[in-house]
């Protein structure tokens, strides 16, 4: 088993997102130690801002002609892209952040694009597990349904382009219990946390169980 972890919040230890993904990713991994375990957190350790510009300049040119710069942002958007292609599984541990998908997922996915053989679903029939954090309520109903531009996005890209078998985690109102302006949903936040983190446990089982099978 190759599995790829992907996180990209900047909430470091206090991450919802991450601590969702920590779920999925014990149940593989209790299941099967013996997993080759590749892991990004490109929040923490973010992508260089120039790479994807760099790399999309350098690949349309002769290899003779490219710039230092231009070899190094191809070279890395060449790995990311066989990381994805080399998993078997994958968890991506993505929160939305102002309303999409945040600065540093979006420079990861710019990059593996760039860096795969043409044509390549560099996650063609591969199980993985998106985990979806929002500090507010996007759901129908809400003052703010449809300002979720993140989570559709996410999909389009890795079901549609990388061809991934997905399942969504999704946790809402992470940020009761900080914000004083959302105290009044205390008790619905804490039932949405639970939910989640049920949804995560049961999908790292059955990543691990299909591995198994």
């Known amino acids: 088993m190759h599995l790829l972890r992907i996180d990209a919040s900047i909430q470091g230890d206090h991450s919802a997102s991450s601590a969702l993904a920590d779920l ?9 130690p013996e997993a080759t ?6 929040g923490r350790d973010a992508l260089p801002s120039d790479a994807w510009g760099e790399a999309l300049s350098g690949s349309a040119i002769p290899e003779q002609d490219r710039s230092e710069s231009q070899r190094r942002a191809l070279d890395l958007a060449e790995r990311l892209a066989t990381e994805l292609q080399q998993a078997t599984t994958a968890i991506l541990a993505l929160p939305l952040y102002n309303y999409g998908i ?20 560099l996650l063609d029939g591969t199980p993985t597990v998106l985990v979806v954090t929002r500090g507010g309520a996007y759901g129908p109903g809400t003052p703010r349904d449809g300002w979720d531009h993140g989570t559709d996005y ?6 549609d382009v990388w061809g991934a078998d997905v399942t969504i985690v999704e946790r809402e109102f992470t940020l009761v219990g900080s914000n004083p302006a959302l105290d009044e949903f205390t008790e619905t936040a804490a039932m949405m946390r639970k939910t989640a983190e049920e949804k995560a446990v049961s999908a790292g089982e059955l990543l691990a169980a299909g591995y198994a099978a």
């Open 37 to 42: 375990v590749v892991r990004r957190h490109v």
């Open 154 to 159: 996410a999909r389009r890209i890795l079901v």
């Open 24 to 32: 999925v990713h014990d149940r593989v991994t209790a299941a099967h």
């Open 102 to 121: 945040s600065q540093h997922a979006k420079a990861w996915i710019d990059l593996a694009v760039v860096g795969a053989p043409h044509g390549a679903r």
